[in-house]
């Protein structure tokens, strides 16, 4: 399998999106912004339409949208402070409308558009691959060199401003990333699958995790898990890659909680027993 | 000396101030208890002194040769503390660390004195022993000690505790403003505490301030008992 070019692509841009997507999206998780990932897709397609429309590169003016998404979210975040999932739900809402509308606009981008919705990562392109490696660095260097300002901001974004933590600054620079990260991975993945990328990871990891570094390494563990295994089998059994990525991360979720129900009622059944004897 | 001055501080929610040109000097090495009514904008005060909150008018400021014209280092324990995000993956001495973190920047590793730090402020509150339970399965009370124990660790020069003992037992409350005195009177630090058991915390406080809202000409107004905080304004 590993033989072939455009599977070791695969392996490189899946490895790369498998390591920095699960790291972000414990933070976007513990931060309630969850489904700013999908948001941003969205946003990042009608990018992709606007390029399209204005024949510019659909690939840079989705990059840029997103990014131009993120700080929008951010910038709304903090005017909606008591309902944070607001602005992402308008952002959603808006970027998926003008999405449709640029469609109508030019009847051949259905064809294309199918590639943006659920990716092709077996057809990784040489540019793709090397925008995801640059995104993955960035990505990484930004959470080592920050991890201590980004654990008090999302542990607490008051007592992180009072601490000394610039958090505006450090908010708006982590909605650059994530539309970053996004608008590199969507056409790897696809839209559809961005989330379940980003989300499904750091909800395996949020439930077993007994600290923050250990929820951290479980997601990206997790992460490069699922995106291995998904790219192996859908090279043997011949399905689509990306939502056989997905459905084997949905696996593990709920074998996660499986194992861990049973986990709980064992212990309490030890206790029960210890109690009557 | 004044740590903090407010001069003519206007602030509100909506179309209404809740502080009406209030002139408030805060004196530093002291213990203060700031108390008053549901509503009488004791956290509100707070948070605008510590520049969470923007006055619409007047102005707050901290004492320069107090901060050394660095940045004070300033301890806050929120008052929703209790309630906070109970699936945050975090040991609680993982919390308890992140309070040393303005120290150490963004590279410098722990040193050993301030892993003794984190002890101590974790003995302090008497959670030591919880160092490495997850902060999810921790007592309303518990997690409220183990957020007064991450900004102890701090070391900061001030303390600002907005209701702390909320979901402590008699004991704990009792044990921690003995804590917050010896802190005042040994180490020469500013505790402010907004607090509703006045009576309870009376005999440790150095200065109270007493917050309490009177209609005046259409205005609502705060007035404070203490004798060494002073408002400008009339009651």
């Known amino acids: 399998m590993l033989g072939y070019e455009f599977m070791q692509r695969a392996f490189w841009a899946g490895g790369l999106i498998g390591i920095i997507g699960p790291l972000l999206g414990v933070y976007l998780m513990l931060r309630r912004q969850v489904l700013m990932a ?26 840029a949208v997103a990014v131009a998404g993120g700080l929008v979210i951010e910038q709304l975040r903090r005017s909606y402070r008591t309902y944070s999932e607001l602005p992402v739900a308008i952002i959603m809402t808006s970027g998926l409308a003008l999405a449709v509308v640029l469609m109508s606009l030019k009847q051949n981008l259905t064809k294309s558009f199918s590639s943006y919705l659920f990716g092709s990562i077996v057809a990784v392109s040489d540019t793709q691959l090397k925008l995801i490696a640059i995104v993955a660095a960035a990505g990484l260097v930004y ?3 920050l991890r201590r300002p980004l654990y008090n901001l999302t542990f607490d974004e008051e007592t992180a401003s009072i601490g000394g933590v610039h958090t505006g600054l450090l908010s708006f620079s982590f909605a650059v990333l994530t539309g970053m990260t996004v608008a590199a991975a969507m056409p790897v993945v696809g839209v559809l699958l961005v989330s379940a990328l980003i989300v499904l990871p750091a909800s395996i990891a949020l439930r077993i995790a007994s600290g923050f570094t250990a929820a951290i390494l479980i997601s990206v563990g997790v992460g490069l898990t699922g995106v291995f295994s998904g790219l192996t089998a859908s090279y043997y059994i011949n399905t689509p890659p990306g939502g056989t990525i997905a459905l084997i991360l949905l696996v593990f979720l709920l074998s996660a909680i499986a194992v861990q129900r049973l986990i709980t009622l064992k212990n309490r059944r030890n206790i029960h027993k210890s109690t009557t004897i | 000396m004044i740590l903090s001055s407010m001069q003519d501080v206007v602030f509100g929610y909506g179309n209404e101030p809740v502080i009406d040109r209030l002139s408030l000097d805060i004196e530093a090495g002291q213990f203060i208890g700031i108390t008053g009514p549901n509503g009488a904008a004791k956290t509100t005060l707070l948070k605008l002194m510590l520049g969470l909150l923007k006055p619409w008018s007047g102005t707050v400021s901290l004492n320069k040769e107090l901060t050394g014209g660095g940045g004070l280092v300033i301890g806050y324990v929120p008052q929703q503390v209790a309630s906070f995000n109970a699936g945050f993956p975090s040991k609680v001495i993982e919390l308890v660390r992140s309070g ?32 490495n339970r997850r902060i999810g399965e921790l007592s309303g009370g518990q997690k409220q000690r183990i957020c007064i124990a991450r900004a102890l660790a701090q070391q900061p020069q001030v303390l600002v505790l907005d209701e702390p003992a909320t979901g402590m037992d008699t004991a704990s409350r009792s044990g921690f403003y003995k804590l917050m005195r010896h802190y005042v009177s040994q180490h020469g630090r500013t505790v402010i505490m907004v607090t509703h058991g006045l009576e309870e915390t009376r005999s440790y406080l150095d200065t109270v301030i007493s917050l309490e809202r009177q209609e005046q000409e259409g205005w609502t107004c705060l007035v404070t008992n203490s004798c060494s905080v002073h408002f400008g304004q009339e009651a």
Request: proline content about 2%; aromatic content about 14%.
């Open chain 2, 100 to 131: 040393c973190y303005s120290r150490l920047g963004l590279f410098r590793r722990f040193t050993k004195e301030q892993e003794a730090l984190v002890e101590s402020s974790l003995r302090q509150v008497d959670m030591w022993e919880y160092r």
């Open chain 1, 143 to 145: 959470f080592i060199v």
């Open chain 1, 38 to 63: 999908d948001t941003l897709s969205h946003v990042s397609l009608a990018g992709v339409a606007l390029g399209s429309v204005l024949q510019w590169n659909p690939a840079i003016s989705g990059f």
